[in-house]
């Protein structure tokens, strides 16, 4: 699978977990093209998944954050606008944008610009035509996840 085959995957299903099991497709096992056993660093194909990640990674059409889970998930442009809409009902740091860099001395630092921050105009301006129940059905499996938990209340002693 080449970049433009993995942006093309990410469109259709619309988000996609990067590696970990949930209720979203595993892009590492569709650029492998198999179930993987254990870390996707140690397969055969493990250096070309990593240049593909990191292609999608810098694409402006994907935004890479840790909506489900806390496992890196990757959106495409898409459905933006639903999750836009559909923000308050999730942690904010699920949608932090994540972007990684790499250090001269190999290191993965990874820098979040925090919701909506990151959300261009046009998005914003599109969420807003949305209704909930639009955005839920943009949303599919996402819509689904636990919404943000309640504030927790200490008792008097």
């Known amino acids: 699978?080449?970049?433009?085959?993995?942006?093309?995957?990410?469109?259709?299903?619309?988000?996609?977990?990067?590696?970990?099991?949930?209720p979203l497709p595993r892009l590492v096992?569709?650029?492998?093209?198999?179930?993987?056993?254990?870390?996707?660093?140690?397969?055969?194909?493990?250096?070309e998944i990593f240049a593909i990640l990191q292609e999608l990674g810098d694409s402006p059409d994907i935004l890479v954050?840790?909506?489900?889970?806390?496992?890196?998930?990757?959106?495409?442009?898409?459905?933006?606008?639903?999750?836009?809409?559909m923000g308050a009902n999730f942690?904010?740091?699920?949608?932090?944008?994540?972007?990684?860099e790499h250090t001269p001395s190999g290191r993965h630092v990874n820098h979040e610009t925090p919701f909506?921050?990151?959300?261009?105009?046009?998005?914003?301006?599109?969420?807003?035509?949305?209704?909930?129940?639009q955005a839920r059905r943009m949303l599919g499996p996402l819509a689904q996840l636990p919404a943000r938990p309640a504030v927790r209340r200490r008792r008097r002693r």
Do not use: D, Y
């Open 116 to 133: 909506p921050k990151w959300v261009p105009q046009e998005i914003l301006a599109a969420s807003q035509t949305l209704s909930e129940v």
């Open 29 to 47: 096992e569709a650029i492998a093209g198999a179930r993987l056993a254990g870390s996707w660093w140690a397969h055969a194909r493990g250096r």
């Open 1 to 22: 699978m080449t970049a433009a085959e993995a942006l093309r995957f990410v469109h259709h299903h619309g988000a996609v977990l990067v590696a970990a099991k949930g």
């Open 91 to 100: 942690e904010p740091e699920r949608l932090a944008q994540v972007r990684q």
């Open 65 to 85: 954050c840790r909506l489900v889970n806390g496992h890196v998930t990757l959106v495409h442009r898409r459905l933006w606008p639903a999750l836009v809409r």
